[in-house]
């Protein structure tokens, strides 16, 4: 019961601070929306609920447009190679494997999965940086560090495994590097976007704890499944 209290006071805070930010610093109604809809987003997967990929799914669009207009051409790909196959997959994934009602977390993947997924992930990256450099993508790096670290992030999230948060915090440190350049450039009105990874931050820290919890849930489940089946 506390832990529920927590996730949803720090919603409603983030929900009321992203308002605030963008009405004093004059923000766009996209960057508002944007940043709302990703709140929701990331407080929902949080709790394991298959709803939040389907609200995912509506905010890229917004994200999107903010993405085109300041030529982040790496984040462009990223949605449409990674996140948006990811929100999809996830819908069919999460609906199938529930009990009682609750999301089925996986501990983790096997050391052969982690192989070939780190090693997909270099060579996706590998790829990303030659594709980037070609349209000129602003801040280049940023933009391959993230789309290596968020294919690692996806599958995890569509397994189903508690560690997608990890690399999840790492992307959202990353891209929060990405926008708060903008913002350290005078451009006060991606505030709301800066703020917006610092408290997809705290969901993480908040979503990883949720999610260990559920993963122990499911092996008990599993445990007590199996033992009915040998009596």
Sequence with gaps: MKQKIIHFASFVLSIAAIIAVGIIFKSSWIVIVNSLLGVLTIFLLSQGS????????????FYLVLAIQN?????IVSVGVLTLPTYIFSIYTWLKHRYSNQLEVRNNISWKEWLVLISISL???????????LF??????????????????????????KFNFVFQMIC?????GLWGVLVIKGDLSYLPTSLNYVIYLIFCVLGLIKWSELSKRTQNNQNNQENEQKS
Aim: glycine residues 8%; contains cysteine.
């Design 123 to 133: 060579a996706g990256s590998t790829i990303m940086f030659f594709v980037f450099d």
């Design 71 to 75: 030529k982040f051409y790496g984040e």
């Design 136 to 161: 000129n993508t602003q801040n280049l790096i940023f933009s391959v560090l993230i789309f290596g670290f968020d294919c690692i992030n996806c599958y995890l999230k569509i397994k189903r495994v």
């Design 50 to 61: 298959v709803i939040g990929n389907v609200v995912g799914i509506s905010q890229l669009a």
């Design 172 to 176: 959202y440190l990353i891209t929060l």
